[in-house]
């Protein structure tokens, strides 16, 4: 099945933008182009919520707490799935997740801190 591997992570300041990458690696393009993509993210003391996704056919959605600021896009090509976060708050700190979801299956990556603060 592969794994989920994120990059781009880090301490960013108040207004600041961050750009997130999940790279499928070692799954083949006939399993990656048919499932649905998304970033999930967990702050400490908090659920785990899904932040933004994108479907096979290109159908996005968003929380309503990045709607305007976070934009989600996917390069089926390489396999990866990406996450522009611009106007970072200090209340989007959190660990942020890429999954995968084919089915019934969804797969996880092993997370990326984004902290926002001065």
């Known amino acids: 099945q592969g794994q989920l591997v994120e990059s781009g992570g880090g301490l960013v300041q108040p207004g600041g933008s961050l750009r997130l990458s999940c790279a499928a690696r070692g799954t083949i393009t006939s399993v990656f182009n048919p499932s649905h993509m998304g970033w999930y993210r967990q702050a400490p003391g908090l659920q785990r919520e899904l932040v933004a996704s994108?479907?096979?056919?290109?159908?996005?959605n968003y929380a309503e707490s990045v709607k305007g600021r976070f934009f989600i896009s996917r390069a089926n090509a390489n396999k990866k799935v990406h996450l522009q976060m611009n106007s970072l708050k200090p209340e989007d700190t959190a660990v942020y997740y890429c999954t995968r979801r084919l089915g019934s299956q969804i797969y996880w990556g092993q997370g990326t801190q984004v902290t926002v603060a001065d």
């Open positions: 994108v479907s096979s056919s290109g159908t996005i």
